[in-house]
C-alpha cells in the first residue's frame, strides 16, 4: 500500500510539473521571426501565416509568432540595403528566385530553402477596341513587336483608329521598383534579340534602346502607381494595353471588365515569377530562428497552403489551377488559360545589366 501510495504521489508531483512548465511556457512573451514578402504574395502569405500562429507553434519549446514585413524586391538588391546583420529579417519571401541572386550577390547571407512557394507568369492585355486593331482582329498575337511599333507611331489615329483614342497608352510596373515591371522588360529583350539569353548586349545595345524608348515614352509610370492593373481598371484614358503579372490582373479583372471588355494571352518569352523561400544565415543565425524557419517553409508547401494561392490569382508551386478555382475559371472568357503555353522562359541576365538597363529607363521617363 505504501509503494502504490507513492506511485501514485510521484505521478501527480510529475503531473503537475508538467501542466505547470507548460503553464509557464504558455505564459512568457512569444519568439518573434519575420518574413519579408514582396507585395504580390502579401495577402496569401499573411492568411497563411495567420493560421500557422493560431496553432500555437513551437521551437525546441519556445513559442513562435511569425510577422509579415512587405518589401518590394528591387528594394532589396538594388543597393537601398535596408537589411543590416543588425537588423534584419529572419526569412523572405521573394517574387522572383532573380532577386535572391542578386540579393546574395550584393553580400546578403541568403540560403534558399525552396525555390517556388507559388508561381504567376506575365500576361499581356489590352482593352479590345485597341487589341482588335493591332491583332489584326485577332489573326496576329499580341505580342512585344506589335506593341514597340504601335508606341513608335505614338498615336492611334496613324494606327488607324480613332482620333479621340489620343496617344497610344501603354501599362507596366516602373521597372525601378518593381519585380513585375523588370521582368516585363527582360522579355522585351528577349523579344528583340528572338533569344532567351540575354547577354550583355542584348541588353546594352543602342539598337535595342531605340527600339524601347517609344515604349518607355507611352508608360506614365507615376500615374500607373504600385500595381498598374489596378490603374487600367480606371478606363483606356490611363492605360489601354499592358503586361502584368498574371494575379494582378486576375484581381483586377472586373474593375477592368466594367469599363470594356479586354482580351488576354500569355508571351512567347516569358518570365514566371516564382516566389522563392529564402532565409537569412550568418553567425549570429540561432538555431530556433534556423528551425522557426524550416516550420514556416513545411506549413506553406503543405497541400491546404497551396490550395489557398488560387483564392489570391497566383498559381501552386507544382500544379495548375482547376474549374473550381473562381478567379481563373471566370478569367477563362478573357484569355487566361488553366494550364498555358508558358513559351520560352528568358534566362536571368548578370546584375549589373539588369542595372544598367533599369538606369537607363529611369532616366528616359
Known amino acids: ?10 505521478f501527480v508531483v510529475v503531473a503537475a510539473g508538467i501542466i505547470g512548465l507548460s503553464q509557464f511556457l504558455n505564459a512568457q512573451p512569444p519568439f518573434e521571426v519575420t518574413v519579408a514578402v514582396d507585395p504580390l504574395a502579401q495577402a ?8 500557422l500562429n493560431a496553432t500555437s507553434p513551437t521551437v525546441n519549446t519556445r513559442r513562435v509568432q511569425f510577422k509579415l514585413s512587405a518589401i518590394d524586391d528591387l528594394t532589396v538588391w538594388q543597393g537601398d540595403r535596408e537589411w543590416t546583420p543588425e537588423q534584419h529579417p529572419a526569412a523572405w519571401v521573394a ?8 540579393a546574395t550577390e550584393s553580400g546578403f547571407p541568403l540560403e534558399m530553402l525552396t525555390g517556388s512557394l507559388a508561381r504567376t507568369p506575365l500576361v499581356w492585355g489590352g482593352y479590345v477596341s485597341r487589341e482588335r486593331l493591332l491583332t489584326t482582329d485577332g489573326t496576329l498575337p499580341l505580342d512585344w513587336s506589335l506593341v514597340a511599333a504601335a508606341a513608335a507611331k505614338e498615336s492611334w489615329v496613324q494606327l488607324g483608329g480613332q482620333s479621340e483614342w489620343g496617344f497610344v497608352k501603354l501599362g507596366f ?9 523588370l521582368a516585363a522588360m527582360l522579355t522585351a529583350a528577349s523579344s528583340f534579340n528572338n533569344a532567351p539569353s540575354l547577354a550583355a548586349n542584348s541588353l546594352n545595345q543602342q539598337t535595342f534602346r531605340n527600339w524601347l524608348l517609344p515604349v518607355i515614352k507611352s508608360v506614365s509610370f507615376n500615374t500607373l502607381g504600385a500595381d498598374p492593373a ?15 503579372p498574371e494575379a494582378q490582373w486576375l484581381l483586377n479583372l472586373n474593375g477592368i471588365r ?11 518569352y516569358q518570365f514566371v515569377l516564382d516566389f522563392p523561400l529564402a532565409r ?6 540561432s538555431a530556433d530562428q534556423l528551425a522557426a524557419i524550416e516550420t514556416l517553409r513545411a506549413w506553406l508547401e503543405s497541400p491546404d497552403q497551396q490550395a489557398r494561392l488560387t483564392a489570391y490569382g497566383l498559381r501552386p508551386a507544382n500544379s495548375e489551377p482547376t474549374q473550381q478555382d473562381t478567379l481563373f475559371s471566370g478569367g477563362a472568357q478573357n484569355g487566361i488559360l488553366l494550364t498555358p503555353d508558358y513559351g520560352q522562359a528568358v534566362q536571368v541576365p548578370l546584375r549589373n545589366d539588369a542595372q544598367g538597363l533599369i538606369q537607363w529607363i529611369t532616366s528616359n521617363q
Open 280 to 285: 537569412w544565415r550568418d553567425a549570429n543565425t
Open 258 to 268: 466594367g469599363r470594356e471588355d479586354v482580351r488576354l494571352s500569355y508571351p512567347a
Open 44 to 51: 496569401w502569405l499573411q492568411e497563411a501565416v495567420n493560421a
Open 230 to 244: 489596378a490603374a487600367m481598371a480606371r478606363g483606356p484614358s490611363v492605360v489601354e494595353l499592358g503586361m502584368f
Open 1 to 10: 500500500m505504501k509503494r502504490g501510495t507513492i506511485f501514485i504521489v510521484l
Open 95 to 102: 517574387a522572383s528566385g532573380l532577386s535572391v541572386t542578386y
Open 173 to 181: 510596373g516602373q521597372p525601378s521598383r518593381k519585380i513585375g515591371g
